[in-house]
């Protein structure tokens, strides 16, 4: 195996582990967790929407003339996933019972498997380019643990069946998805990565905008906008570094 792939499969773990420690956090420190977990999104927002406009989203475009519609499936694919799967309304009064926690959980699952895909495909592309990607990435696992806990345990689940529940779906899956997706994906270059690249910016972007702020917003938090900006500032510092 190349070295590609175990920087891929150790990123992929620093994120599950740092899932499993929100997950952990809120278990036993859920006052703790609740107050400054809107922060952690709010950094990682900013952090992942940056990367993706200044570095990979240009990447993309020099690798595929066709990046702008790849760029734009990635972004759709997962907001109607989102439709599909009842993330977006999982407080809707349909979803009653155990469904309200194990509808979020496989759309997070989803999610969680598509990251573990986007750092095989940033990292084939660069170590650059995957760290950029990885630094927002494995910071927004915190919150998602917190928050696939906590929908699994308003759903009427035990504490520690919404543990593992939520250990499987949000933490595990991330590590599973760069071990079944590396070795389709190392082998690939110019336009055929260039595209999946794009996708993954997509994917981000979506993420960042779509997901975190709305969910940031919802915390009505004092100094979140900080947070944002604190992740852009280092986003935008990392990536002129380079440059």
Known sequence: MSSVFWIVMLVSFAACFVTTIGILVINRFARWGTKYVAYFMAFAA????????????PESFKMNEHAPLYLLAGFLLLHIFGLIIGYKHAGNKYLEGHDFGIIPMLGIGFHSFIDGIIYSVTFSVS?????????????????????TFLFLLK??????KSTWYAFLAAAVSTPLGALVSY???????????????????GALIYVGATHLLPAVKKEKKRYTLLACAAGILVAL?????HS
């Open 127 to 147: 170590f650059f380019t995957g760290m950029l990607a990885a630094i927002g990435m494995v910071l927004h696992e915190f919150p998602e643990g917190i928050v």
């Open 237 to 241: 510092g990392i990536v002129f570094a």
């Open 46 to 57: 900013g952090v992942l929407i940056t990367v993706s406009f200044t570095h990979i989203v």
């Open 183 to 201: 070795p389709f994906i190392y082998k690939l270059k110019g336009a055929p990565l260039g595209m999946l690249l794009a996708v993954s910016a």
């Open 155 to 160: 759903g009427g689940l035990k504490k520690n």
